[in-house]
C-alpha cells in the first residue's frame, strides 16, 4: 500500500513562495505518476500538475504554468511542487495523489493547506 504525505503549506503573501513536499511509503514510488491536486473553499477539486513516473513528462494547469514546477527526488521518494508568484487564488488545501501507468489516482495524501493573503 503506498502512502503520501504532504507538508510546506502555511500562510504567505501576495507574490511570495511555498514549497509542497509529497512523501511517500511503501511500494515503489517510482513506478507511479504524481499529481498534485487543490481544491479552494466552495470549489471542486482541481488538477494543478502533474508528473510522470518516468520523470520527463510533466504538465499544469493553465493558471499557474510559468510559476510552478513540479519535481521528483527518487532517493528521498518525494515529489515537490515549487510555487512562486503567489495569488490569493491560489489558496486552497493541495493534494498529491498517485497512479499506476494506465490507472487511476487511486492513493492520496490528507493535504496540506496554503493560504495567501496579506
Do not use: H
Amino acid at each position: 500500500q503506498l502512502q503520501l504525505v504532504e507538508s510546506g503549506g502555511g500562510l504567505v503573501q501576495p507574490g511570495g513562495s511555498l514549497r509542497l513536499s509529497c512523501a511517500a511509503s511503501g511500494l515503489a514510488f517510482d513506478e507511479y505518476a504524481v499529481g498534485w491536486f487543490r481544491q479552494a473553499p466552495g470549489k471542486e477539486r482541481e488538477g494543478v500538475s502533474c508528473l510522470a513516473r518516468t520523470g520527463r513528462g510533466t504538465n499544469y494547469a493553465d493558471s499557474v504554468k510559468t510559476r510552478f514546477t513540479i519535481s521528483r527526488d527518487s532517493t528521498k521518494n518525494t515529489v515537490y511542487l515549487q510555487m512562486n508568484s503567489l495569488n490569493p487564488e491560489d489558496t486552497a488545501v493541495y493534494y498529491c495523489a498517485a497512479r499506476r501507468r494506465g490507472g487511476t489516482f487511486a492513493y492520496w495524501g490528507q493535504g496540506t493547506q496554503v493560504t495567501v493573503s496579506s
